[in-house]
Antibody, heavy 115, light 107 residues
Framework: EVQLKESGPGLVQPSQTLSLTCTVS????????VHWVRQPPGKGLEWMGV???????AYNSALKSRLSISRDTSKSQVFLKMNSLQTEDTAIYYC?????????WGQGVMVTVSS | NIVMTQSPKSMSISVGDRVTMNCKAS??????IAWYQQKPGQSPKLLIY???NRYTGVPDRFTGGGYGTDFTLTINSVQAEDAAFYYC?????????FGGGTKLELK
């Protein structure tokens, strides 16, 4: 069964760095790409970036200077790091698998940026 | 960057009605569009990919169409459980931009 699960801190202070982990099961990270998508409360979806199956990455140009995505294939984990967080980064953060469209999604993790 | 514009922003429909919502890309994306349904408190669910391919398990009352810059999602005989937000997304190429969404409410 395909599953993705996000984990990380629920609260981050302004100007600090967010670190999230997406742990997948039921498929290999070397066969499928994993994307990160976020959703501010009451707002729409924003694509953040991707870890391709081959190990390369691509980022939303609006976030590129602050965002880094990496992985550990042996642990089936994809990592997101974003620095210089501000209140507008408060959102639910999802990881999702690509097959045609984004066919499987994690449950999401709510991250609040506040002092 | 490509901008995806959805219309209308919201619509109120009766059970059994047919509804069509729109997604317009700011440049030609071919058939590289997906549609998602999102209910409150849930993760988005894939409905349609490559503009017109229904994802596994999606009821056949959901139909996607269009090519190039103009796309539609049609729901025939809307059911109560279809009340949700619907998002289009450019796929296949970066950036994988989402539209702003259409809220479907039931009268």
């Amino acid at each position: 069964e395909v599953q993705l699960k996000e984990s990380g801190p629920g609260l981050v202070q302004p100007s600090q760095t967010l670190s999230l982990t997406c742990t997948v099961s039921g498929f290999s990270l070397t066969d499928y790409s994993v994307h990160w998508v976020r959703q501010p409360p009451g707002k729409g979806l924003e694509w953040m970036g991707v870890m391709w199956s081959g190990g390369s990455t691509a980022y939303n140009s609006a976030l590129k200077s602050r965002l880094s995505i990496s992985r550990d294939t042996s642990k089936s984990q994809v990592f997101l790091k974003m620095n210089s967080l501000q209140t507008e980064d408060t959102a639910i953060y999802y990881c999702t698998r690509l097959l045609g469209g984004f066919d499987y999604w994690g449950q999401g993790v709510m991250v609040t940026v506040s002092s | 960057n490509i901008v995806m514009t959805q219309s209308p922003k919201s619509m109120s429909i009766s059970v059994g009605d047919r509804v069509t919502m729109n997604c317009k890309a700011s440049q030609n994306v071919g058939n590289n569009i997906a549609w998602y349904q999102q209910k409150p408190g849930q993760s988005p669910k894939l409905l349609i990919y490559y503009a017109s391919n229904r994802y596994t398990g999606v009821p056949d009352r959901f139909t996607g169409g269009g090519y190039g810059t103009d796309f539609t999602l049609t729901i025939n005989s809307v059911q109560a459980e279809d009340a949700a937000f619907y998002y289009c997304q450019r796929i296949y190429n970066s950036p994988w931009t989402f539209g702003g969404g259409t809220k479907l409410e039931l009268k």
